[in-house]
């Protein structure tokens, strides 16, 4: 990439180029864990279950993923102010579908789509960012707060539609997005020159099989972990027929990189030590950072706020994930030992899950649960960009691109991966819960009579008629159980994502070669473009 090339015109000042420049990605940022906003009302929505928005999200993602290696054969194609404009029309035209559709099968491959135009999105602009940045301190920022941006999605996106989706049909989101991209694409026009970055290279040779590939294993894996355990796994045809064909596109993956010399992801990046190092520990942090989704399911099922009261409440997971990110970026800079970045971190991920696991009750003060939100995003924040810094510059720079493709792999197979153990431990861990309770729940019983009696009671008092107050009572009973089952499963998933912290924890503190390893990066290009 040739620098010192007037990307942007003269007269542009930097701030403007930097809000430019966010400003693309973000109503794209905001697309990405939209169905996640307000799960029911978009299932509602488009009458579907809330697994099948799940698995919308994960389309999404499987695009980003999937498309983020063959993305850089268009960026040498074409300029970069005709790539922008290219992408935001693409995108503006696949977020008026989304605005008009409520169809799940015009939804699903739109969502698909909409993951490579992010791709497209977010590498030209990092690009473009790195482009202007002289300095090893100002790439490692510029790195770090792209990656914060990344992780703050999900909260941030709870908090500005929350009252949008709770006042409008929830497609109203798809409007504002749209008109957000407007003012984009008419900066871009006005402020950007018509330049290369690279030599032009044609659009031949295209590694589109294995990007086909890398797609069909990636949309499987969310198939299958998301659906599984409501078709019984291996027992339903559909997720039987979908096992099989994940080894068989990942054979076919394999034999044609075997054979490529330039393949579509490099897999010598798994012969560095530091790199499965990183990988695997990045791996686990997303099973923890999606575990939060248990906390959000408690305070509507359990403590009964609506979604814009639990926006408010993870607006301090927000916070934490900002000053986690500012933290980390700072020792970074200061090349700090990786130990003393991901140590305390996963300390604060182990502390918020032992309080969380404390603070499950069927009757609780919200407030008592914003310390533990914001040690979450704190630790979070400490560990997500050091990481991918880490693994990115642990492989030699030609395999960069390579590396962060698997580090967004690596994340999306624990989204999956996330998905489907919370969806088989509550199943399994509220029915033997359940079934636990049921045993007590007789005729004999004294706490189940005491607590009938105080239900029935209540009724009565409040005017019901005695036949009535009796059928309330047993109903209020059982969803009193129903109640400490959701909370029992949620305390065993937090006790044992506690055991496995304090697992990394012990490998992080006696793995060798950390002993003196520091992060920074060795290269200004950490995207594929």
């Known amino acids: 990439m040739v620098s010192g090339i007037p990307i942007f015109k003269q007269w542009v000042p930097g701030w403007a180029i930097k809000i430019i420049l966010f400003s693309l990605i973000l109503p794209t940022m905001v697309l990405f864990f939209l169905p996640f906003a307000n799960i029911n009302a978009a299932a509602g929505f488009y009458g579907s279950e809330p697994a099948d928005i799940q698995f919308a999200v994960g389309l999404f993602y499987a695009g980003y993923v999937a498309f983020y290696s063959l993305e850089r054969r268009f960026f040498t194609f074409l300029a970069a102010k005709e790539y922008f404009v290219v992408f935001t029309i693409l995108e503006i035209a696949a977020t008026v579908i989304c605005y008009h559709t409520d169809e799940l099968y015009l939804l699903f491959p739109l969502r698909f789509f909409q993951g490579m135009l992010f791709s497209s999105t977010v590498n030209l602009s990092l690009s473009l960012m790195f482009t202007r940045l002289h300095t090893e301190r100002a790439r490692e920022i510029s790195f770090s707060v792209f990656f914060g941006m990344l992780i703050c999605i999900l909260p941030f996106n709870n908090l500005v539609t929350a009252d949008l989706i709770d006042a409008f049909n929830f497609n109203i989101v798809y409007k504002v997005a749209l008109f957000s991209y407007l003012p984009c694409l008419c ?18 040779k295209l590694d589109w099989q294995s990007f086909v590939y890398w797609g069909l294993m990636l949309v499987l894996l969310a198939y299958v972990c998301i659906y599984g355990q409501e078709y019984y796994w291996l027992e339903d045809p559909r997720i039987r027929c979908s096992v099989i064909a994940m080894p068989g596109a990942t054979l076919l993956y394999v034999l044609r990189v075997k054979s490529m010399k330039r393949p579509y992801v490099h897999p010598g990046t798994f012969s560095f030590q530091n790199f499965r190092m990183s990988i695997f520990l990045l791996f686990i942090l997303f099973i923890c950072r999606f575990a939060i989704n248990i906390i959000n399911n408690f305070f509507g099922a359990i403590l009964r706020l609506d979604p814009i009261h639990v926006s408010y409440v993870n607006t301090m997971n927000l916070i934490g994930l900002i000053i986690g990110v500012i933290i980390s970026c700072a020792m970074i800079l200061q090349k700090k030992n990786i130990r003393f970045m991901w140590i305390p971190g996963f300390l604060l991920l182990l502390a918020f899950h032992v309080t969380m696991w404390f603070l499950f009750n069927s009757e609780a003060n919200e407030n008592n649960f914003y310390l533990p939100l914001f040690m979450q995003g704190l630790g979070v924040g400490m560990i997500m960009a050091p990481t991918i810094v880490y693994a990115v510059s642990s492989v030699p720079v030609g395999m960069g691109p390579s590396a962060s493709s698997i580090c967004l792999a690596t994340g999306y197979l624990g989204f999956c991966v996330s998905a489907a153990l919370i969806n088989y431990c509550e199943l399994y861990s509220k029915s033997r819960h359940y079934n636990a309770f049921q045993d007590h729940l007789t005729k004999v019983d004294p706490a189940a009579l005491h607590g009938l009696t105080a239900r029935t009671g209540k009724l009565l008092h409040y005017g019901m008629a005695h036949q009535q107050a009796v059928k309330g009572g047993s109903k209020l009973l059982v969803d ?15 006790e044992w994502m506690a055991l496995m912290l304090v697992a990394v924890l012990l490998l992080i503190a006696i793995f060798p070669s950390l002993n003196k390893t520091v992060v920074y990066l060795r290269s200004r290009r950490l995207s594929p473009a």
């Not at 159980?481 to 065993?492: L, S, T």
């Open 187 to 204: 900066a871009i026009l006005i402020s950007m020159n018509n330049v290369r970055l690279n030599v032009r290279f044609p659009l031949y």
């Open 480 to 494: 009193a159980v129903n109640k400490q089952g959701q909370i029992r499963f949620a305390m065993d998933y937090y």
